[in-house]
């Protein structure tokens, strides 16, 4: 609804007759779109609150993330709570949705949240169809490669995108090599947002440490943006990080994960992110003693610990997560998978 003001401007030396001459007429408004739409703008559109009740959440407390996202549990575009007072506050995609398809770069994406600088974090999957559609769902098409995560597990600095913030793991030479070779151009449009590998301990109970991420998505069930360590906190540049990565681009976390729908071994394949495949995360979760363990989608959609050593019982998928710039528009499309929203 639009509140209007409409003046007249009269000749100074107008009669009294002229000034009361009455005026009758159309007022006729034409709405000028701007050309650039704002992605941002486009998901904050629909969302709503997770901590409280609304179409798809029947709880009045809002989402509780100790259970999958359903339709009563989470399905669409939510803020994230502590964040709504924010000048850029989170919104994430939960669930069975099916309008979260971008087209970037020449490759099909699954948008799962914003950041807090008002960008947008995408997860790889796949490329578009013979008829440019991005239907990919499940199976090797959702990934760039199957890898383990590091090809050493003997301790638990080896759960580290970065072992002792000095070589580069496994997984990040798959990752870095894919970027050089197929993303460089397309750096401008990334951010350089923060990834959390958060290795920071909990607590240790007969000789099995245990790291923050598992403590969040299996103790007690609450996900978090936060990432406390500065140590841990993986950027390019150095100005809202470590600056110890190479390219604007790593994994999701746990914490991610978890908003999008997927909980610790419980069954989940009606959220956007199950491929039927074992997916790897950012987050590390476990040091047995013996071996390392990172948080890692299973194939039945849940979330579990996945040894993260050489042997391909140990593999699993890897789907590159980047950032979009904030202020970044769409050029066409309205984000299902006939019409993924395609970047300026």
């Keep these: 609804k639009f509140t209007y003001t409409l003046k007249l401007w009269i000749d100074f030396d107008a009669t009294n007759e002229v000034m009361k001459t009455s005026f009758k007429g159309q007022l006729r408004v034409e709405a000028i779109q701007s050309k650039d739409k704002s992605l941002y703008k486009t998901i904050a559109k629909k969302a709503v609150l997770d901590n409280q009740a609304s179409e798809f959440v029947t709880s009045t407390t809002g989402i509780d993330f100790s259970k999958a996202s359903s339709d009563t549990n989470g399905k669409g575009v939510y803020i994230y709570s502590s964040t709504k007072d924010e000048e850029f506050p989170v919104h994430y995609y939960r669930g069975d949705v099916k309008n979260n398809n971008v087209k970037f770069a020449g490759f099909c994406w699954k948008i799962v949240r914003t950041t807090e600088t008002g960008g947008v974090k995408l997860i790889y999957n796949g490329t578009p169809d013979a008829n440019g559609y991005c239907s990919n769902t499940t199976g090797e098409t959702t990934r760039i490669a199957n890898s383990c995560f590091n090809t050493t597990d003997y301790g638990q600095q080896y759960a580290g995108y970065i072992i002792n913030n000095t070589s580069d793991s496994t997984i990040k030479g798959v990752i870095d090599t894919w970027y050089r070779d197929n993303m460089t151009e397309y750096t401008k449009k990334i951010e350089d ?23 969040r998505t299996y103790t007690n069930y609450i996900p978090s943006l936060e990432c406390t360590n500065a140590e841990d906190k993986l950027t390019v540049d150095t100005k809202n990080g470590n600056g110890l990565l190479t390219y604007p681009v790593a994994l999701l976390t746990g914490d991610e994960i978890m908003l999008a729908g997927g909980v610790w071994a419980t069954e989940n394949s009606n959220y956007y992110l199950y491929t039927n ?3 790897w995360s950012l987050s ?12 890692a989608i299973d194939t039945n959609g849940s979330l579990h610990s996945g040894r993260i050593n050489h042997s391909a019982n140990n593999s699993g998928s890897v789907r590159p997560s980047v950032s979009l710039v904030p202020g970044t528009s769409i050029k066409t499309g309205d984000g299902t998978k006939e019409k993924p929203f395609e970047i300026k």
Excluded: H
């Design 277 to 279: 495949l074992n997916s």
């Design 284 to 295: 590390p979760s476990i040091f047995d003693y013996y071996s390392a363990y990172n948080i």
């Design 193 to 215: 947002t923060i990834w959390c590998n958060d290795r920071s301990v909990v607590k240790t109970v007969n000789r099995i440490t245990y790291f923050g991420g598992y403590d």
